[in-house]
Nanobody, 123 residues
Framework: QVQLVESGGGLVQAGGSLRLSCAASGLTFSVYNMGWSRQAPGKEREFGAGISVNGGITEYADSVKGRFTISRDNAKNTVYLQMNNLKPEDTAVYYC????????????????WGQGTQVTVSK
């Protein structure tokens, strides 16, 4: 049974930082591209960041580029999202995604999803 468990969300003031973690189990982590997607209240889910199987390629939505950093530790089956200079518009539920292709992460069609973690950024 595949599980992706996110942690690290919470309430932070604008300009602050959070680090999200996603611990994966039940799959061969090192063969999956990983990513983070987010859904703000009243909006559609959108791509946030993606990372290739060995971490050599990272991709970001324009809205987070330069502020967020995605990384992974294949020895720990964990993917991270370091979020700096947070803005109120970053408020959303953040989902961890696993996909066999990079495209599946970009287009939100990854095979496995976590339950999500809430990030709230106050003004």
């Amino acid at each position: 049974q595949v599980q992706l468990v996110e942690s690290g969300g919470g309430l932070v003031q604008a300009g602050g930082s959070l680090r999200l973690s996603c611990a994966a189990s039940g799959l061969t982590f090192s063969v999956y591209n990983m990513g983070w997607s987010r859904q703000a209240p009243g909006k559609e889910r959108e791509f946030g960041a993606g990372i290739s199987v060995n971490g050599g390629i990272t991709e970001y939505a324009d809205s987070v580029k330069g502020r967020f950093t995605i990384s992974r530790d294949n020895a720990k089956n964990t993917v991270y999202l370091q979020m700096n200079n947070l803005k109120p518009e970053d408020t959303a539920v953040y989902y961890c995604i696993a996909g066999r292709s990079r495209a599946s992460i970009l287009n939100g069609k990854g095979e496995f999803w976590g339950q999500g973690t809430q990030v709230t950024v106050s003004k």
